[in-house]
């Protein structure tokens, strides 16, 4: 994890700023050096064609609907700003993008991720509370749980690869909050036209304005990507290594909430007088993940005598190794707040979760599937649990769960002129914790860049996640077993997407089967019940010169299953903007703009920082609005952003809760950069 002892001490900005770069660029810079140095021995001919990294369903140019000429990757020879292309693990390809765009404005935070359907904590580096949820990209298999500690989390799906003719950087930094900052550098380069190796890493600390709010974090990954010079052999492959970590508060006291509330002058100034319920509670999730995929090409395109039935054949196998951890550890234990405890000290528990994924898969190109095909057999072992029994007092029989699955399954990829077809099916028959069904497929009809039409139909069974089945604590309220009790959840979505210039709209309507969730004692239960769940988002641009107005607008109804699946029925953004190039010869481009969003009240669910999960509450209604100001700038490849957050924390109410307890931030002006560099 990345250390800063600074926070301790009154240290500038400045200091601060470059301590943090310093302790950053210290962990990797022993591989940069070891790219670089190994790039001058490899001479690159700058061209301008795909070469290695095209993508197998198709090139997306993303640059946030901005024309060429705004592409601000300005190079010489015939090296072209497409030539640097980012790889998704699905082998959607799309270009590196220096532009500055409302969109970019919406993702520069430490998730680099639009947050519309969340409601963050006043920290950053803190968990989210959810407006919204998405069941379109369910997991095949139960996970670890401590669901509040992986939205900074990055699955396989989340790391990219990269083909890129000449080595290339990219550095966000933003400032803290009270004291911290966060650094996100990424370097890649092509060691050849067909060898690309990528390194990341994100590293956050940030103290927070209340007492025990500090948040500390690091995401390291390495990716790579291998192409033999015919062809016949390809291979990728990641090695990330995440921790989080963050001091817990139980959030506001009663007497503090309510000076907070009432805006007490005592402590509007200084909000690290407020009382909060736990002063010596911390937990920590950690991650790594090993994985990689490779194929051998039997018989391709060229070498088929005859392409009518089907071509390039590959036989491939792929390999995960993925292990988790999460801690909880009090220095003592505070029974006001969990209840009883059968420890006199300290409180320390500690859940492992080790799985093991191998994969073999056959691809092929046929006429009779028109595009893509896959069929493949997975083996899958885990382990989950803790190393002893927790608590002796609970009556509690197993400290593990174990066990194995063998899964079959089938992709398709297919494509008839304009429609376009993605399907994947799987099925892990028997018994076992692993077994279930997931199904899912995707249709769109797509009109150049006039109109994409869209329609998805998701179909998944499959056990809770771990820590429902199984948990254990100090804390005797805190231990259950529910290996036998708990059934499947069943999760049907039909929904579709509608793109145009004209504006978006999508509309997703889920139904789940014996929804599982924390109640009001934070203990698991499952409805036993449907839960309907209808959500509606449109989004729409207005231009007038140089002002325009982006607006988001998000409706949802839960027609069964209110009483423990609650979302807010209203959320809107709204952005008002100006954007213009400033200065002769145009080497300043600017926007200007305040954000208005509001979500109608609701229940919103409790944190728990023991589960590391949310709970349902009956106490409390959240809803307000906000707004937000900011000045981003462009200068050639480099994007400034500073924003100041809540402003209307002047003119408002003291009301706006992330959960019941905790407060959302306080009027704060933060500072930010991204820089690309193309050596």
């Known amino acids: 994890m990345l250390q800063i002892n600074s926070f301790q001490r009154n240290y500038s900005p400045f200091l601060s700023f470059y301590y943090f770069i310093f302790v950053v660029m210290k962990k990797f810079f022993l591989v940069f050096f070891c790219l670089i140095s190994v790039q001058l021995l490899f001479s690159q001919?700058?061209?301008?064609?795909?070469?290695?990294?095209l993508s197998r369903r198709g090139f997306t140019q993303n640059r946030d609907s901005l024309p060429d000429n705004e592409i601000n990757v300005k190079l010489s020879g015939k090296t072209k700003y497409t030539d640097y292309k980012i790889i998704s693990h699905k082998n959607d390809t799309t270009v590196v993008d220096t532009t500055l765009t409302l969109k970019k404005h919406y993702k520069f935070n430490f998730l680099r991720k639009d947050k519309f359907e969340l409601l963050a904590f006043h920290n950053q580096g803190q968990t989210f509370n959810n407006l919204a949820y998405n069941f379109n990209n369910i997991s095949q298999f139960p996970d670890i749980g401590f669901r509040a500690k992986q939205f900074n989390f990055f699955s396989i799906e989340d790391v990219d690869y990269y083909h890129v003719p000449t080595p290339t950087t990219e550095i966000l930094y933003r400032t803290g909050l009270e004291q911290g900052q966060v650094l996100d550098a990424l370097f890649t380069t092509n060691f050849s036209k067909r060898f690309n190796v990528g390194i990341a890493y994100r590293g956050l600390r940030s103290l927070g304005a209340y007492r025990r709010s500090l948040s500390s974090s690091g995401n390291f990954r390495l990716s790579f990507r291998y192409e033999s010079p015919k062809g016949q052999y390809e291979i990728r492959g990641q090695a990330v290594n995440q921790d989080f970590f963050n001091q817990e508060s139980g959030g506001l006291t009663d007497d503090a909430l309510?000076?907070?509330?009432?805006?007490?002058?005592?402590?509007?100034?200084?909000?690290a007088r407020l009382d909060v319920s736990l002063d010596n509670a911390e937990n920590t999730f950690e991650g790594k993940r090993l994985h990689f995929?490779?194929?051998?090409?039997?018989?391709?395109?060229?070498?088929?005598?005859?392409?009518?039935?089907?071509?390039?054949?590959k036989i491939g196998h792929s390999f995960t190794r993925d292990?988790?951890?999460?801690?909880?550890?009090?220095?003592?234990?505070?029974?006001?707040?969990f209840g009883n405890v059968n420890v006199s000290g300290s409180v320390y528990n500690k859940v492992n979760y080790l799985s093991?994924?191998?994969?073999?898969?056959?691809?092929?190109?046929?006429?009779?599937?028109?595009?893509?095909?896959?069929?493949?057999?997975?083996?899958?072992?885990?382990?989950?649990?803790?190393?002893?029994?927790?608590n002796s007092l609970v009556g509690t029989t197993k400290n593990?769960?174990?066990?194995?699955?063998?899964?079959?399954?089938?992709?398709?990829?297919?494509?008839?002129?304009?429609?376009?077809?993605?399907?994947?099916?799987?099925?892990?028959?028997?018994?076992?914790?692993?077994?279930?069904?997931?199904?899912?497929?995707?249709?769109?009809?797509k009109k150049d860049s006039v109109v994409t039409i869209k329609a998805r139909l998701g179909i998944s069974e499959k056990l809770p996640n771990?820590?429902?089945?199984?948990?254990?604590?100090?804390?005797?309220?805190?231990?259950?077993?529910?290996?036998?009790?708990?059934?499947?959840?069943?999760?049907?979505?039909?929904?579709?997407d509608i793109t145009s210039k004209w504006g978006n709209a999508s509309?997703?309507?889920?139904?789940?089967?014996?929804?599982?969730?924390?109640?009001?004692?934070?203990?698991?239960?499952?409805?036993?019940?449907?839960?309907?769940?209808?959500?509606?988002?449109?989004?729409?641009?207005?231009?007038?010169?140089?002002?325009?107005?982006?607006?988001?607008?998000?409706?949802?109804?839960?027609?069964?299953?209110?009483?423990?699946?609650?979302?807010?029925?209203?959320?809107?953004?709204?952005?008002?903007?100006?954007?213009?190039?400033?200065?002769?010869?145009?080497?300043?481009?600017?926007?200007?703009?305040?954000?208005?969003?509001?979500?109608?009240?609701?229940?919103?669910?409790?944190?728990?920082?023991?589960?590391?999960?949310?709970?349902?509450?009956?106490?409390?209604?959240?809803?307000y609005p906000t707004v937000d100001l900011f000045f981003n700038g462009r200068v050639r490849r480099t994007r400034v952003y500073f924003k100041a957050d809540n402003i209307s924390s002047f003119f408002f109410k003291k009301d706006y809760l992330s959960a019941p307890g905790y407060p959302y931030r306080d009027f704060v002006i933060r500072f930010g950069v991204v820089w690309n560099w193309f050596i």
């Open 356 to 390: 093991y994924n191998n994969q073999i898969f056959l691809d092929f190109n046929s006429k009779y599937v028109l595009g893509k095909f896959r069929v493949k057999t997975d083996y899958t072992t885990y382990n989950y649990g803790y190393d002893n029994l927790q």
């Open 323 to 337: 292990s988790k951890s999460y801690r909880f550890n009090q220095a003592t234990a505070t029974t006001p707040v």
């Open 258 to 271: 309510i000076a907070f509330t009432n805006d007490d002058p005592n402590f509007s100034g200084n909000r």
């Open 400 to 445: 593990k769960l174990k066990g194995d699955a063998i899964s079959f399954g089938a992709n398709w990829n297919g494509k008839l002129k304009n429609f376009h077809v993605n399907a994947s099916a799987n099925i892990t028959p028997g018994s076992g914790r692993l077994s279930g069904n997931n199904f899912n497929i995707e249709t769109f009809y």
């Open 466 to 496: 771990f820590n429902f089945l199984l948990f254990q604590s100090n804390y005797n309220k805190y231990n259950w077993e529910n290996d036998s009790r708990f059934g499947s959840v069943g999760t049907r979505t039909l929904g579709g």
């Open 293 to 313: 995929e490779h194929s051998f090409k039997l018989i391709s395109a060229k070498d088929s005598l005859s392409q009518k039935d089907f071509s390039n054949l």
């Open 45 to 53: 001919k700058r061209t301008a064609d795909g070469g290695f990294g």
């Open 507 to 623: 509309v997703d309507i889920t139904n789940i089967d014996n929804y599982t969730y924390f109640d009001e004692n934070s203990l698991p239960k499952q409805h036993s019940g449907v839960v309907n769940y209808l959500k509606v988002k449109a989004s729409k641009e207005f231009k007038f010169g140089k002002f325009a107005l982006d607006n988001t607008l998000m409706y949802q109804k839960v027609a069964n299953g209110s009483d423990v699946f609650r979302v807010p029925e209203l959320v809107t953004r709204n952005t008002l903007y100006y954007s213009d190039n400033w200065f002769k010869g145009n080497p300043l481009f600017v926007q200007i703009g305040a954000t208005f969003k509001y979500f109608s009240k609701y229940k919103a669910n409790a944190y728990n920082p023991l589960l590391a999960e949310f709970r349902l509450q009956n106490d409390t209604e959240i809803g």
